[in-house]
């Protein structure tokens, strides 16, 4: 696998945690690119990271509308 660098840009919140591990928003930059909004789980005891997904910022306003209809 090849090798990956990030960057957290800002921890926006922890979702979630089960022992090590916690589910984060964040918005992170990889490999050097622009930051996106990251929703993942991370174990930064033992420097891990899970499956996530990325968002854009139009994407993340998406999201954001289908939320506000969906949960009441």
Known sequence: MADFKYEIIERIAVLSENGKWTKELNKVSWNG???????RDWNHEDEKIGKGTTLTEE?????KEVL???VK
């Not at 690119?33 to 929703?39: C, E, Q």
């Open 59 to 63: 994407e993340m306003e998406n999201l």
């Open 68 to 70: 506000a209809e969906i």
């Open 33 to 39: 690119r622009p930051a996106k909004y990251d929703l």
